[in-house]
C-alpha cells in the first residue's frame, strides 16, 4: 500500500498509475481535487485500488490525514512517497519572499510532515519505506536556483539522517531527478527565465522513468536499502 503527495500530475501521477498498474494499492493527495478524482477513477476502472484525498503538504494536519486515511482504507500503509514540490524560481535580486517561504513550506516542511504522519504506523507495523524526491539541483548549484537547491539539499540532508537514525528497522530512499517532463517551468514568473528553463526540458525524461525508479526501490529485498537513486537524461551535463 502506497501513499503518495503531488500526485494529481507529473511524476506522482505516473508513479501512481504504474504501481497500480503492478498491484499497488495507492492513497493519492494533491491539492487539485477534481484532477485526483479522475486519476482514482480511471486506475480503479483499470482494475486498480485506489483512493485520494485533498492536501495541501504545508498543512501538517492535511498530511497526518492522509496517512490515517490510507490504514482506514486499506489496513495498512507500506510506503510513503513525499513527492509534491515546488519551483518558483528566480533571482535572489528579486527578492521573491512568498515564493522563497513557498518552496521552504512544500519542500522542506512538506517533507517533514510526511515523515512525522508516516513515522508512528511505520513503527507499530514495524516495516515501512519512505521515499522523498529531491532534485540534482541539490547536487549542482547553478544561478536562479539557489533557494530551490538549498530546499532540496535539505530533502537529501534530512533524508540520509532519517535514513540512519531508522538503520536496521525501516526504509528511507531519496530520489533525484533531473530534467523531467513534468511542466516544471510553469510557475516561474520571469517570462525570460521560464522560456529558457523551458526549452532545457527538451532533453526532459518522461515521468514515468521517476516512477521505475520508486518501483525499483520499493521492490528490493527488506534487508536492502537504496538510500539514493540520481536519475537524469543522458544529454544533462
Not at 518522461?206 to 525508479?213: G, T
Request: hydrophobic letters at 50%.
Amino acid at each position: 500500500m502506497v501513499a503518495i503527495t503531488g500526485a494529481s500530475g507529473g511524476m506522482g501521477e505516473a508513479s501512481a498509475r504504474y504501481l497500480a498498474e503492478r498491484g499497488a494499492k495507492v492513497v493519492l493527495g494533491a491539492r487539485n481535487e477534481d484532477r485526483l478524482r479522475r486519476l482514482v477513477e480511471e486506475i480503479n476502472a483499470s482494475g486498480g485500488a485506489a483512493t485520494h484525498r485533498r492536501v495541501d503538504v504545508r498543512r501538517r494536519e492535511d498530511v497526518d490525514a492522509l496517512a490515517r486515511h490510507a490504514v482506514a482504507t486499506f489496513g495498512r500503509l507500506d510506503v510513503f512517497v513525499a513527492n509534491a514540490g515546488a519551483m518558483p524560481i528566480g533571482p535572489v535580486d528579486d527578492l521573491a519572499l512568498d515564493d522563497w517561504e513557498m518552496m521552504v513550506d512544500v519542500n522542506v516542511k512538506g517533507v517533514l510532515w510526511s515523515i512525522a504522519a508516516a513515522l508512528p504506523i511505520f513503527r507499530q507495523q514495524g516495516t515501512g519505506h519512505f521515499i522523498a524526491v529531491a532534485s540534482t539541483a541539490a547536487r549542482k548549484i547553478v544561478p536562479n536556483m539557489a533557494v530551490y537547491a538549498g530546499t532540496k539539499a535539505a530533502v537529501v540532508a534530512i533524508c540520509d539522517g532519517v535514513r540512519q537514525e531508522l538503520a536496521g528497522d525501516l526504509r528511507v530512499t531519496t530520489l533525484t531527478p533531473g530534467f523531467t517532463a513534468t511542466g516544471f517551468a510553469d510557475h516561474i514568473r520571469d517570462d525570460a527565465l521560464r522560456e529558457r528553463i523551458a526549452a532545457g526540458g527538451s532533453i526532459a525524461m518522461p515521468p514515468e522513468a521517476i516512477a521505475e525508479a520508486i518501483a525499483y526501490a520499493i521492490a528490493q529485498p527488506a534487508g536492502v536499502n537504496v538510500g539514493e537513486i540520481v536519475i537524469r537524461p543522458t544529454a544533462q551535463a
